[in-house]
């Protein structure tokens, strides 16, 4: 049972458009959802994280949409650069347990 | 920043053979994971601890055990590698502060193959 749906499993885009990662979860007391990205031969590494207490977080070029009624969130990545390519993961966790749920992850190509 | 090593980087076993894969990490975290890369499966969590001298199964624990003799040292073991268990295999740690968890802290990997 995949709890962490993540889509596309690929995607290409050109230098300065936006990137979109999206997730789907089925656990409904899931509670934290972080991205990691993870560059090739290197090990993964968080990017950025939210709490369904807001539905939107930003850190640079990088935001978080949630949906907490349609079990949905996204990365944004605005004015994609070729060094954003990599494979991200979503995850999700359960209140106080500390276990990751991840997804599949994205490989993401951003061409000049 | 948070420090974790992992050992071997590499190694290349034969089938029923039994291997040992250490993690070590320096900066005090309570939880340690070990977790499984394989293409187009992402992360996959086999095991986990929150202290010394005790284990948690994750997702997919059948095939591997796993030991944590201190707060440092974490080691996942193969008794009986089969062809199956080829893949990356990641050591994490984490915090744990009141009663959330937070950042993981990937070591570099370890490429196993079993032949």
């Known amino acids: 049972q995949q709890q962490v749906r993540q889509s596309p499993q690929s995607l290409t885009v050109w230098e300065g458009e936006t990137a979109i990662l999206n997730c789907s979860y089925e656990?409904?007391?899931?509670?934290?959802f972080p991205w990691y990205h993870q560059f090739p031969g290197e090990s993964p590494a968080l990017l950025i994280a939210?709490?369904?207490?807001?539905n939107k977080k930003e850190d640079g070029r990088f935001t978080i949409f949630f949906n907490k009624r349609e079990k949905k969130f996204s990365l944004h990545i605005a004015d994609s650069q070729p060094g954003d390519s990599a494979t991200y993961f979503c995850?999700?966790?359960?209140?106080?347990?500390?276990?990751?749920?991840f997804g599949k992850g994205t490989k993401l190509s951003v061409k000049s | 920043e948070a420090a974790v090593t992992q050992s071997p980087r590499s190694k290349v076993a034969v089938t029923g053979g039994k291997v040992t894969l250490s993690c070590h990490q320096t900066n005090n975290h309570d939880y340690m994971y070990w977790y499984r890369q394989d293409t187009g499966h992402g992360l996959r969590l086999i095991h986990y601890s929150y202290v010394a001298d005790s284990t948690e199964k994750g997702d997919i624990p059948d095939g591997y055990k796993a030991s944590r003799p201190s707060q440092e040292n974490f080691s996942l073991i193969l008794e009986l590698a089969s062809l199956s268990q080829t893949a990356v295999y990641f050591c994490?740690?984490?915090?744990?502060?009141?009663?959330?968890?937070?950042?993981?802290?990937f070591g570099p990997g370890t490429r196993l193959t079993v032949l």
């Open positions: 995850a999700a966790r359960r209140g106080s347990n500390a276990k990751l749920t």
């Open positions: 656990d409904s007391t899931f509670d934290y």
């Open positions: 939210i709490r369904p207490v807001s």
């Open positions: 994490a740690s984490s915090d744990w502060l009141g009663g959330l968890s937070y950042e993981q802290y």
